[in-house]
Every structure is written in structure tokens, then in C-alpha cells.
């Protein structure tokens, strides 16, 4: 007794559906390159939040948009390593 799941033509079937999958992404990339967009839309995350930074020496401050924690700590990281006073941040 053979198993339901095994089919005569099993390659067969399995080819013609390949190909079937290639053609349907060969159609899709010639539409895409048919109707080219004139720039990649852009995720731009925000929070509407904004920190600074303020010079003691000379008043200056300096606001930033809030984008992320990880994105802050880093500007501050920076900041700190290259830091001169005096000097515009």
C-alpha cells in the first residue's frame, strides 16, 4: 500500500510549479522595473520629543529631535568623546 501523499508524477507536478513561481516573480519584476519610483520612500521614526544640549561656557544650546534612547545615548557618547569648550556643538 502506498502512502495518499505520494503521487505518480510528484516531480513532475513539483517542476511545473516552480516554474509557474519563477514566471509569476519574473511578471512582478518587470512591472516593478516598468514603473520605476522616482526615490524609495523613507521611514523616519519620531516621537515629537526633542532633548538638548547646552554649553555652560558660552550659553549656546543646542535642541535635537528625540528619535530613540539608543539613538541619544549614542549623540551623547559622541559628544562627550569629542567634546571642546568654547567650541559650537
Known amino acids: 500500500m502506498t502512502s ?4 505518480k508524477n510528484r516531480k513532475a507536478r ?3 510549479m516552480l516554474r509557474k513561481m519563477a514566471n509569476m ?14 526615490e524609495e520612500p ?4 519620531t516621537t515629537g520629543l526633542s532633548w538638548a544640549v547646552r554649553d555652560d ?5 543646542e535642541w535635537l529631535p528625540l528619535k530613540s534612547v539608543r539613538d541619544t545615548a549614542r549623540k551623547v557618547g559622541v559628544l562627550l568623546k569629542h567634546y571642546q569648550p568654547g567650541y559650537p556643538i
Open 4 to 7: 495518499p501523499f505520494y503521487s
Open 25 to 38: 516573480r519574473a511578471a512582478k519584476e518587470r512591472k516593478r522595473l516598468s514603473n520605476p519610483r522616482a
Open 57 to 61: 561656557v558660552t550659553g549656546h544650546v
Open 42 to 45: 523613507k521611514m523616519i521614526r
Open 14 to 16: 513539483r517542476e511545473r
